[in-house]
């Protein structure tokens, strides 16, 4: 890690954010900071357009998921 980060966030790891001093560590507070902040009309939703993105890979990821620790190859289909 940086030595900068370091002096600014002692202790945590990424992501954090920083605005006026403050930092903010927790995923969920930097969200809400995103959205409060950077709001429309000046800037765009961060969230997505189609709400069924959001869930998009998780089937592929638990596809994937299965395949990887399968032990009978065979059965992948």
Do not use: C, W
């Not at 995103?34 to 189609?50: C, F, G, I, W």
């Amino acid at each position: 890690k940086p030595a900068d980060l370091q002096n600014l966030a002692p202790g945590t790891h990424p992501p954090f954010i920083t605005f006026n001093g403050e930092v903010k560590t927790d995923v969920n507070k930097i969200e809400e900071f995103l959205e409060d902040v950077l709001s429309p009309p000046k800037y765009s939703k961060l969230s997505a357009r189609h709400p069924e993105s959001n869930t998009a890979g998780m089937d592929i990821f638990a596809k994937f998921s299965a395949y990887i620790k399968n032990s009978k190859p065979d059965a992948n289909e």
